[in-house]
């Protein structure tokens, strides 16, 4: 059935224009033979082909066209009296003589072209002449298509200020007046097409029915091109009154269609000056009207006019742009009860780019965008719908971006009162946005209560919010987010040390509420940043004793003390571990020693109590012996005690090569080559010889297990130790001792049971080259390695 | 009536001639052979003056008992062919019984003439004026020689000329309310107004305006009515909505109207009518029609 429409169709327009090309075959030649009543008859004719109904609106433009060039020559023809002898006035009313409206009125507007242009009557008679009789083409489609007929053939004709046609009886307010009352009668023709459909056919229609909306949207053009609209005219005659009829046509695709063709024909300047008018039909509209696209769009337009020059932005102040749209939003927030909360949102977000745009300075409006969507949401449930939430992403996002600069949107009050209606998930992904924002421009939050908005926001990310449960967090996407918290606290950041203890104590109190799952990210953080203060500190220290300074390193420790205690809970212990050996660090700087006794008891502890894996073993020793290495601040005593404890650790490893090589590396202990750092030659020898003990015993064990000897690597490993304490002028380390064990090594190497390993061949020759190299140099150092023979 | 006459060649020629036949203006009527021939035109009062010439063939010579013109005003009923009603009739004898040997001139006047009717060629009906030129011969039967005229007479502007104006409708279907500026229109005149559409709850189609003329022939029992549609002009296309004005804007000229004739000679009537037609999708026909006086308006040229 619709197939067969389809084919008719074809088939009905191929008929109307055969009959147009017909007629118009007989019309030219009663024009080549200047025949007045031949060419009326057969022009009648052929405009009779336009009374179809049959044709879709697509199919009767093609029909249209093609009566459109025959008009032109028509027309040319009209123009011409000598041709057809008759005077215009007498052929206007001559073609009025046809029966058929249609034919009839097509050709009164084509002669009323003549007319005007002849200006033997004023423009205005013939245009209101013309305007008027059109009303009796009701019919939607051949009234729309009649009507831009005559909304063509008069546009060059308007009188238009500085137009020929303008006089003393034709004023620009004739040109806008017709065009208005053109655009009007068109409108309702438009409009009643949707009337018209039978529901199931509905959606057809209105497809139909927007093709043919550029036909009414072309009068507003017009309108628009019309040199005497001044502003004055705009805001008095011709806003009103389209205005009035957008309004009163109650049509949604006409309302939403024509708001947003007066938003793009007319002047930006024009808008400014009107807004109270035209954002006070907008609560007007039908609740189906796509609002907010169309003031997005207004308003998308008048931030560009406000950043195209900054001499129009006092207008804007003037006219209070922002207070206006923000009321009009409201309104029509109002009005339209059914509209879906994206579509408010949605607004708020183009009033926010609005006034960012425009008012950049004008952080209080932002403020009152936030206010206003606050509002709005309140009351209601958490946002479900995606879109939405999308949409309050962008809002939050959007004073981000223009500022570059979270401090601004941490003085919004209503800021983190928006991001509570938000889901846990946007949550995130909000918090994400703020700290990424912060991250890209290095912003620094520099006070405690910034600081503690700041958490407000990103509390998603902080700790566990209500109802959500665990298991639907991604591991990784989990650990991208701490990471990227962790990143964040880097940047709270104040130079005054006060301020920036009490951002430490925000910080903290925040990130203790985290949960065990985040200490592990976020404590770090916390740490470095403590320390960097204490750092910050350590000179100043004697300057300000006595006075009641809550920032002192002392005070800091023992936040700290009781920071890195909560990753026990989790348990992380070489994190931990780590925390208080850089801690032990920083005590060490600020010369407290019994604060860097106590991290290393701590550490200590948590080396017997929890470190229990091998491997991570090796690791936390080679750190507590480096860390311990560079402590300068302990007494002999204390020195001894925890130097003694760290060798007992190495000893005890489990694998002996890491045994040996923890030993080795407890030679520096004793041995600190600073000035009055400590020189134990002797103890350094025992930790070297009780290497080579366990690097030989290792050789014997994998001898036995294995049926090889291994590498030699141990031993070469512990000569470059022999070797470097020798150099350091160690006493005890002898020339001697370097030669034994170099034939030792050689020895190992030839035995038969050592498997050839290029590894530790290599690094053996290098270390002959580098004594070879030692010896020829010269000086005070070949002289020491003289009696080394290699 | 000269069957004669067709048997032998006529003996004479006559042709009447009017005194002002150059400057008068012509008009063209039908014939009833269809043929279309152009006519003096005259008025009522005027004074009907000319020259008749008799001419007898050559060498012939026209006895008659005498020769007269007439003035007739005619009216014949289609039904009744043939036979005419004189309602005026005026004679001027022109010679008293004779020969006629060469050709001899009779000048003729017809002073302020009463003609009150104008020429009307009707459906049914036919008013006519002629000079009819009787050459009475006894044996032969006479010689008569027609010359028709026509007569127009004009009014002048009607001092009460009212618009027409009607609310008309179909309770809950359509209401319409319809203005005609006037109710009497002279033949060129152009009937201005508009319909408004106060309700309209059928799908129209299209809208026309008619003219129709009613010619009502005879009386009484024998009264005969043709009625005929003249104009047919389209005034609006599509269905209108609530609240619409439709004007109307109908020019007469292009349309062969007569003025109205009320009871000419209690013969017949010719009447006008604007008759109002909406046609809604399923060609349902909903009609007002209102009477109108068409009259003559003097042309202030010719």
Not at chain 1, 62 to 76: G, I, P, T, V
Not at chain 1, 280 to 308: E, G
Not at chain 1, 380 to 396: C, G, S, T
Not at chain 2, 105 to 125: D, I, Q
Request: aromatic share 8%; proline share 4%; glycine share 4%.
């Amino acid at each position: 059935m619709m197939l067969d429409g389809m084919e008719d169709e074809d088939k009905w327009l191929a008929e109307g224009i055969a009959g147009i090309q017909h007629n118009a075959f007989y019309m030219h030649r009663a024009l080549d033979a200047n025949n007045l009543r031949e060419v009326l008859k057969y022009s009648a004719q052929m405009l009779s082909e336009l009374r179809t109904s049959k044709l879709s609106p697509h199919k009767y433009y093609e029909l249209y066209m093609r009566a459109f060039d025959e008009l032109k020559k028509l027309e040319m023809f009209f123009k011409d009296e000598s041709r057809h002898g008759v005077s215009v006035v007498d052929l206007y009313e001559l073609v009025q003589h046809a029966g058929n409206i249609l034919p009839r009125l097509y050709l009164l507007c084509t002669v009323g072209s003549v007319y005007i242009k002849s200006k033997e009557a004023p423009a205005k008679d013939v245009l209101k002449d013309l305007v008027e009789m059109c009303l009796g083409v009701q019919h939607p489609i051949r009234g729309l298509f009649l009507r831009s007929y005559l909304a063509q053939v008069s546009r060059d004709k308007l009188p238009d200020i500085g137009s020929e046609y303008e006089g003393d009886a034709d004023t620009v307010m004739d040109a806008v007046e017709f065009v208005l009352q053109n655009f009007t009668e068109m409108n309702k023709l438009w409009v009643r097409l949707q009337l018209q459909g039978p529901g199931r056919l509905r959606e057809k229609l209105e497809k139909e029915r927007s093709e043919l909306r550029d036909l009414v949207g072309k009068n507003l053009h017009v309108l628009s091109q019309i040199e005497g609209v001044d502003l004055e005219m705009y805001k008095d005659t011709v806003l009103p009154r389209v205005l009035e009829q957008i309004v009163n046509c109650k049509d949604e695709l006409a309302q939403y269609y024509l708001m947003d063709c007066i938003i793009q024909v007319f002047p930006d300047e024009y808008h400014l000056q009107t807004l109270e008018t035209l954002l006070s039909a907008c609560p007007q509209l039908q609740p189906t009207v796509d609002i907010k696209t169309v003031l997005s769009q207004l308003m998308d337009r008048l931030s560009n006019y406000a950043v195209s020059s900054t001499d129009v932005l006092p207008e804007f102040l003037q006219v209070e742009a922002f207070a206006k749209l923000s009321s009009a939003i409201g309104r029509v927030i109002e009005a339209q009860v059914d509209m879906p909360i994206v579509g408010a949102i949605s607004l708020y977000v183009s009033l926010l780019t609005f006034t960012l745009r425009v008012h950049p300075d004008r952080l209080d409006y932002v403020d009152q965008v936030l206010g206003a969507c606050v509002k709005k949401l309140s009351g209601k449930p958490k946002l479900e719908d995606n879109r939405a939430k999308k949409q309050v992403v962008a809002l939050l996002s959007a004073p981000l971006d223009k500022y570059n600069d979270i401090v601004m949107a941490l003085m919004l009050s209503n800021y983190p009162r928006v991001m509570d209606h938000l889901d846990n998930e946007t949550n995130k992904v909000m918090a994400i946005v703020i700290i990424q924002s912060i991250m890209k421009n290095n912003t620094c939050i520099s006070t405690a209560d910034q600081v503690e908005v700041l958490f407000e926001l990103i509390k998603g990310l902080m700790k566990d919010l209500d109802g959500t449960a665990v298991d639907e967090l991604d591991e990784e996407d989990f650990k991208e987010e701490q990471n990227s918290v962790a990143r964040l606290l880097h940047m709270l950041y104040n130079d005054d040390p006060e301020e920036m203890l009490k951002i430490i104590c925000t910080m903290k109190k925040n990130i203790m509420d985290g949960g065990s799952k985040r200490l592990p990210f976020t404590v770090p953080p916390l740490i470095f940043s403590a320390l960097r203060l204490i750092r910050r500190l350590q000179g100043q220290d004697g300057d300000v004793a006595g006075e009641e300074v809550p920032a002192t390193p002392k005070r800091i420790f023992q936040i700290l003390n009781q920071t890195i205690e909560a990753l026990s809970t989790v348990p992380t212990p070489e994190l931990a571990l780590r925390l208080y050996l850089q801690c032990a660090e920083a005590a060490n700087d600020c010369d407290l020693e019994p604060v860097a006794y106590e991290f290393f008891t701590q550490a200590f502890v948590l080396y017997e109590e929890e470190v229990a894996d091998s491997k991570a073993q090796v690791t936390a020793i080679h750190l507590i012996i480096g860390t311990l290495q560079r402590m300068n601040v302990f007494g002999v005593e204390n020195r001894d005690t925890l130097t003694h404890k760290a060798t007992g650790y190495s000893a005890k490893l489990l694998k002996k090569p890491d045994q040996c090589r923890a030993v080795y590396a407890c030679s520096h202990l004793f041995w600190v080559d600073d000035q009055d750092g400590i020189k134990d030659g002797e103890r350094v020898l025992l930790c070297l010889k009780r290497a080579l003990r366990i690097a030989s015993a290792a050789q014997q064990m994998s001898n036995v297990t294995r049926g090889s000897s291994g590498p030699v690597t141990l031993y070469v490993e512990i000569l470059n130790k022999y070797l470097y304490f020798f150099e350091k002028g160690n006493p005890q380390i002898t020339s001697a001792a370097i030669q034994g064990l170099l034939e030792l090594i050689t020895t190992e190497m030839q035995s038969d049971s050592a498997a050839p390993n290029t590894v530790s061949d290599a690094f053996f020759a290098s270390t002959q080259r580098y004594i070879q190299f030692q010896k020829q140099k010269g000086g005070v150092m070949s002289e020491k390695y003289d009696s080394v023979k290699v | 009536m000269n069957y004669l006459i067709g048997a032998f060649k006529p003996s004479c020629n006559i042709s009447i001639t009017f005194s002002d036949g150059k400057s008068r203006k012509q008009v063209p009527i039908k014939k009833e052979n269809g043929h279309t021939v152009m006519v003096p035109l005259f008025q009522s009062q005027e004074n009907i003056a000319g020259k008749i010439s008799i001419e007898p063939i050559q060498g012939k010579k026209v006895d008659h008992n005498g020769v007269k013109v007439e003035l007739l005003g005619q009216i014949e009923m289609y039904f009744d062919r043939g036979n005419f009603y004189d309602f005026t009739s005026l004679v001027r004898e022109l010679d008293v019984p004779g020969d006629i040997y060469e050709k001899k001139s009779y000048p003729f006047e017809f002073s302020t003439v009463e003609m009150p009717y104008e020429t009307y060629n009707g459906a049914n009906v036919r008013l006519r004026y002629v000079l009819k030129v009787t050459i009475s011969r006894g044996y032969a039967g006479s010689i008569v020689e027609y010359q028709d005229f026509v007569v127009r007479n004009y009014s002048p502007l009607p001092s009460i000329n009212n618009s027409i104006k009607m609310e008309v409708g179909i309770e809950d279907c359509l209401h319409i309310e319809f203005e005609y500026n006037k109710s009497k229109y002279h033949l060129k005149d152009v009937i201005i107004g508009k319909i408004y559409f106060l309700l309209v709850r059928i799908k129209l189609k299209n809208m026309d305006l008619e003219i129709r003329r009613r010619e009502s022939t005879g009386s009484g029992a024998n009264t005969h009515v043709e009625t005929e549609t003249l104009a047919k002009f389209e005034l609006m296309d599509g269905a209108p909505v609530r609240g619409e004005s439709i004007p109307i804007r109908l020019f007469l000229s292009p349309y062969e109207l007569t003025p109205t004739y009320r009871n000419i000679n209690n013969k017949f009537s010719v009447k006008y009518y604007l008759n109002l037609v909406l046609v809604d999708e399923e060609d349902r026909r909903y009609f007002k029609q209102q009477e109108i006086t068409i009259y003559r308006l003097q042309e202030e040229t010719s």
